[in-house]
């Protein structure tokens, strides 16, 4: 995995692996924003909490966001006024600012150094039909009596038929704000540990998280924070969700950033703001999403189209870091945040924040402190992942599952014979009527591993850009020598000896 901009100069405090049995009142899995959010507030509360993370803290998808700060989550206003009502939409809407706010306010009470700034935020399109979805957009936002407004220039040299702006939105440095938070869990007496991968959940009288290392932690209350659930029970979240990686360039530039925080809808969309870093102003430019696991077109080079684009409109002056992370979309394109099911009313999850997870955490974080606390929050209903909204859901749902039986099969095999490999790349191969997944690294070494993924048992494929085995069913995703990297596995692909 690429270093991001944010690890650079940020490392959060390490912790030790659970090498015990515990009990507590409330077991928080998965060390990311939502996971450390939610361990802050609670605790605040006076309840005691352990946090468990597979790997380090804040390491993954949220030390590899963008971190805009924003309630302007692409075009999404009039399209849910559409689906589930003015009202519902006015408590999404309300629920990201709370979100901002609180934020907000802890980076005021606790002083932090994370560069949180105040910015615009600006939708565009060069494309007629597109246009047409941000005048709907602006629309929306009157209804909604959002401050903002439409504008058909942008300062760069990129073709602009539409653009949509929202007042008064942020940006920050992710790790430079949760180090502070977790330095704070500490001093609270969270118990928080790393290296320490959940496999399941028993529901007895207390509910108990089981780990890799066998050991338990017995508590009242699970908070599942772990992005795609690790458990879902039968709550069939691999049916209502999908993954979607982006790719990020860091950049300096010959030019002086204009201020903002850009994101097209055209396809393939872009995302672009800046941050000061070790004294230099950094453009960070994302994009080239595609389904994690499925590729657009033979050789796809993500972070090739990323640097032509920024060719292309960016008086580029060197480039710093790169990227690539993914997120899940739910049906409706609103996470889901509440109990995981009937079956399991103290287990809950909060994941599907469309790349909309800085907001969406602090939402989830607050939204399960008061569930917990059984105090009131006005966003249980519209979040709560029970909820089916037939329209226009079952036409996604239906073509989203064709397409991921059609990933139980596939898997292009080849019979490549392994002199034929060349060095850093991969390919798949039959031996003994199995599918083996060989990459060849720079020394001539092949690693062999079966590819069949360990969550639910779709074919694995080969990711070049960042040199992994991703499954286009759920996402999770292996390196090349099997080891577990992200997503919802908590086994490493089998290897195999040749
Ligand atoms: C390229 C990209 C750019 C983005 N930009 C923005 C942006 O500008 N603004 C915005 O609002 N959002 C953005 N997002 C979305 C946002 O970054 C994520 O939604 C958010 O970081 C998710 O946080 P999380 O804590 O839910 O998940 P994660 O950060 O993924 O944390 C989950 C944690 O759970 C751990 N875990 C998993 N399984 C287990 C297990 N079995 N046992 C123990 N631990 C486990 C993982 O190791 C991980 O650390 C972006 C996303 C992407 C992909």
Same mark, same amino acid.
């Given at each position: 995995m690429h270093k991001t901009i944010w690890q650079d100069n940020y490392s959060l405090k390490p912790f030790t692996a659970l090498n015990e049995s515990v009990s507590t009142e409330v077991t928080i899995v998965g060390g990311g924003m939502t996971g450390i959010l939610a361990a802050y507030l609670l605790s605040e509360k006076g309840v005691n909490v352990v946090l468990l993370e597979r790997n380090r803290l804040a390491q993954s998808t949220t030390g590899h966001t963008t971190a805009k700060v924003t309630a302007q989550h692409s075009v999404i206003y009039h399209e849910l006024i559409e689906h589930i009502g003015l009202e519902n939409t006015q408590l999404y809407y309300q629920s990201q600012l709370d979100a901002i706010n609180l934020i907000k306010t802890i980076v005021d009470d606790y002083k932090i150094?994370?560069?949180?700034e105040h910015q615009q935020a600006i939708l565009y399109t060069n494309e007629s039909k597109n246009e047409k979805k941000l005048l709907h957009e602006a629309e929306a936002y009157q209804k909604l009596k959002i401050s903002g407004q439409l504008q058909?220039?942008?300062?760069?040299s990129i073709p602009v038929k539409q653009g949509l702006t929202m007042n008064d939105q942020a940006q920050f440095h992710p790790l430079a704000f949760l180090k502070v938070i977790v330095n704070h869990l500490v001093k609270k007496g969270v118990k928080i540990y790393e290296n320490t991968t959940a496999v399941d959940i028993d529901v007895q009288e207390k509910t108990i998280v089981r780990t890799a290392q066998e050991y338990n932690i017995i508590s009242e209350k699970v908070i599942v924070a772990t992005q795609f659930p690790f458990y879902e029970a039968q709550a069939f979240y691999s049916t209502r969700m999908y993954p979607s990686r982006s790719y990020c360039l860091a950049f300096t530039s010959e030019d002086t950033y204009p201020g903002g925080m850009y994101l097209d809808i055209d396809q393939p969309k872009h995302s672009l703001r800046y941050v000061k870093h070790n004294g230099e102003n950094i453009w960070i430019l994302g994009g080239e999403s595609h =389904?994690?696991?499925?590729?657009? =077109?033979?050789?796809?080079?993500p972070y090739r189209d990323l640097e032509k684009y920024a060719n292309k409109h960016f008086p580029v002056q060197e480039w710093k870091y790169k990227w690539s992370a993914q997120d899940f979309t739910t049906l409706d394109k609103v996470p889901y945040i509440g109990v995981l099911n009937k079956k399991h009313p103290n287990v809950y999850v909060a994941t599907g924040?469309? =790349?909309?997870?800085m907001t969406n955490s602090a939402v989830a974080a607050q939204l399960l402190t008061d569930v917990i606390l059984d105090s009131n929050n006005p966003y249980k209903e519209i979040y709560q992942p029970r909820r089916f909204h037939a329209d226009p859901d079952v036409k996604k749902f239906v073509s989203y599952n064709t397409n991921v039986a059609k990933e139980f099969a596939k898997g292009k095999v080849t019979n490549t014979k392994y002199e034929q490999i060349e060095q850093n790349k991969a390919t798949k191969t039959k031996i003994d009527g199995q599918t083996v997944g060989l990459y060849k690294d720079n020394n001539n070494q092949i690693h062999a591993v079966?590819?069949?993924?360990?969550?639910?048992g779709c074919e694995c494929n080969w990711n070049q850009a960042e040199l992994s085995w991703d499954c286009p069913c759920h996402g999770s995703r292996f390196s090349y020598d099997g080891k577990v990297i992200e997503g919802p596995a908590t086994k490493d692909l089998s290897q195999i000896d040749l």
């Open positions: 150094d994370c560069d949180f058909d220039e942008l300062p760069f =389904k994690t696991g499925q590729y657009r =077109k033979e050789d796809d080079d924040y469309r =790349k909309w997870g079966d590819t069949t993924c360990t969550h639910l």
